[in-house]
T-cell receptor, first 116, second 112 residues
């Protein structure tokens, strides 16, 4: 079984400050990890993913995430937040087995609010 | 935009109506998905199609009926829905069934 947890319902940060959105996961095999962002009345947009290789993954819009196997975490980070980063962020995980039919397990989402 | 379109964007229907949601992907992908997003709940995977064959039916009630006539189009036929079915229905596609999924903008459904 696989699961993912986003412990914070909401993160508040001032514009220009660092932004971190937390995610921890549980999977029986090798984890494939993803971050998506959802703006109001829109679908989910892919930000970045970790499959294998370098633990620090860089993605769209200046976001990056660090895979930490020992802590089973995949936190999303941005060095300097913008007001336009205010949105709902989803972490997702799937077992790396090819027969899982792309079945992503999504977290419950973290609302990010960036204030001017 | 992601290359995945959904119509209509908004839909209001009564419990006795029959309607269909349409999804089209312009990315040349081989797998397509339907998800349900309700307030305060994680995304729920409903159906998965790979090469036009349904490979996942995640215990979805029979009042939801998917159809995938080709690799670019996916439909969700709705009939005799319940108010608790009101939600945002998202379509997604991926190159293969285990690769990155790209989402459409969703259809906001309200069942009265």
């Amino acid at each position: 079984a696989q699961s993912v947890a986003q412990p914070e319902d909401q993160v508040n940060v001032a514009e220009g400050n660092p932004l971190t959105v937390k995610c921890t996961y549980s999977v029986s095999g090798n984890p494939y990890l993803f971050w998506y962002v959802q703006y109001p009345n829109r679908g989910l947009q892919f930000l970045l993913k970790y499959i294998t290789g370098d633990n620090l993954v860089k993605g769209s819009y200046g976001f990056e995430a660090e895979f930490n196997k020992s802590q089973t975490s995949f936190h999303l980070k941005k060095p300097s937040a913008l007001v336009s980063d205010s949105a709902l962020y989803f972490c997702a995980v799937r077992d790396g087995s090819a027969d899982s039919w792309g079945k992503l397990q999504f977290g419950s989402g973290t609302q990010v609010v960036v204030t001017p | 935009e992601t290359g995945v379109t959904q119509t209509p964007r908004h839909l209001v229907m009564g419990m006795t109506n029959k309607k269909s949601l349409k999804c089209e992907q312009h990315l040349g992908h081989n797998a397509m998905y339907w998800y349900k997003q309700s307030a305060k709940k994680p995304l729920e995977l409903m159906f998965v199609y790979s090469l036009e064959e349904r490979v996942e039916n995640n215990s979805v009630p029979s009042r939801f009926s998917p159809e995938c006539p080709n690799s670019s189009h996916l439909f969700l036929h709705l009939h005799t829905l319940q108010p608790e079915d009101s939600a945002l229905y998202l379509c997604a596609s991926s190159q293969e069934a285990y690769e990155t999924q790209y989402f459409g903008p969703g259809t906001r459904l309200l069942v009265l």
